[in-house]
């Protein structure tokens, strides 16, 4: 079945399919609070939840491998966060990161042995060399 939605094109999204094929995630940044909202494609119902206690500013939604969970990657004025989140909403840090710098996302392998992260951190130094 396939599925349109209404999307604000000023705004950030993340998602992700399910690994089975039948769940479509979708998550839209720059929220007080992450919200992931499940588009079933397989004419079931539709559902969204909030992530307990989560910062704000979702920049990725990956399924896990077994279509249980989520690695959400979060930003704030703080710093970046990996988060694994359940179905129901329930988040637990697994690295984070204080400091400026761009997203941050959780890649499981498709075994779900592994988890890929990537994370960068902005690092600025200015020299001024005078006489050169």
């Known amino acids: 079945m396939l599925r349109t939605i209404q999307k604000d094109p000023a705004a950030d999204f993340a998602s992700a399919l399910s ?12 929220e007080a609070e992450i919200h992931i909202r499940l588009l079933s494609l397989s004419g079931g119902s539709d559902r969204e939840f909030t992530v307990k206690g989560s910062p704000s500013n979702a920049y990725s939604v990956d399924w896990s ?22 179905l129901k909403g329930n988040a637990h840090v697994l690295w984070q990161f204080k ?21 960068h951190a902005f690092n600025h130094n200015v020299w001024m060399l005078e006489g050169f």
């Open 19 to 30: 690994p089975d094929g039948t769940t479509y995630a979708i998550s839209k940044g720059g």
């Open 65 to 86: 491998s077994d279509g249980k969970a989520f690695y959400v990657g979060s930003s704030s004025p703080q710093g970046r966060t990996l988060l694994y989140v359940d």
């Open 99 to 119: 400091g400026r710098g761009g997203d941050i996302w959780g890649v499981p392998s498709p075994d779900g042995h592994y988890l890929a992260i990537l994370d």
